[in-house]
């Protein structure tokens, strides 16, 4: 135990000199600390100042309160957007035309069939026959896809077509 002592007490300049360092050491960190802490409590005290002297929590509230009407809004329009979807689905929104020759002697597809239904398949067909000496033109009522008239081979054909359009 006695050398220990011995060797500290020839040593104690040194040993006393690496404690300043040390402690100087400490100190600068210590200091450079107290910066740092400074610099980031300015920050959080703006940051807490917000905008126009409101402070944060008041801000985050407001911006909570216009979430919530926004999301009201979007979930009115939604609901709105499913009734008209409802409404549309009586709108035209099939249609199936096909142009024919009526009669060999006439020169042209002038003659045609139209079919025009909603999304019940109700509506109408209409034909339109072309000859040389007349034109004339039909319309018959569609109920769920069925006419309850006869129907021509294009008539038959147009309303088909009409009823699988999505």
């Known amino acids: 135990m006695e050398s220990i002592l011995n060797t500290i007490n020839?040593?104690?300049?040194?040993?006393?000199?690496g404690l300043v360092v040390i402690i100087l050491l400490l100190f600068i960190i210590v200091i450079s600390l107290i910066r740092s802490v400074n610099k980031m409590e300015k920050k959080y005290r703006k940051m807490m100042?917000?905008?126009n002297n409101?402070?944060?929590?008041?801000?985050?509230?407001?911006k909570l309160e216009e979430i919530d009407k926004a999301v009201?809004?979007?979930?009115?329009?939604?609901?709105?957007?499913?009734?008209?979807?409802e409404e549309?689905?009586?709108?035209?929104?099939?249609?199936a035309i096909m142009r024919y020759k009526?009669?060999?002697?006439?020169?042209?597809?002038?003659?045609?069939?139209?079919?025009?239904?909603?999304?019940?398949?109700?509506g109408v067909l209409i034909t339109g026959i072309y000859s040389r000496q007349d034109s004339t033109t039909y319309a018959k009522p569609v109920d769920k896809g069925i006419s309850r008239?006869?129907?021509?081979?294009?008539?038959?054909?147009?309303?088909?077509?009409?009823?699988?359009?999505?």
Do not use: H, Q
């Not at 020839?10 to 000199?17: D, G």
């Not at 549309?88 to 249609?95: A, L, R, T, W």
């Not at 003659?111 to 109700?122: E, H, R």
């Not at 038959?156 to 999505?166: D, F, G, P, Q, W």
């Open 10 to 17: 020839e040593n104690s300049s040194f040993i006393t000199i």
């Open 49 to 51: 100042r917000g905008v």
């Open 54 to 62: 409101k402070n944060l929590e008041e801000l985050i509230n407001l």
């Open 72 to 85: 009201e809004n979007s979930n009115e329009a939604l609901n709105k957007c499913e009734v008209i979807k």
């Open 88 to 95: 549309m689905k009586g709108c035209v929104n099939k249609i």
């Open 102 to 122: 009526a009669f060999p002697d006439v020169g042209s597809d002038l003659s045609f069939s139209i079919a025009i239904l909603d999304s019940y398949n109700d």
């Open 149 to 166: 008239y006869e129907l021509s081979e294009e008539e038959s054909y147009v309303l088909n077509e009409a009823i699988n359009k999505r």
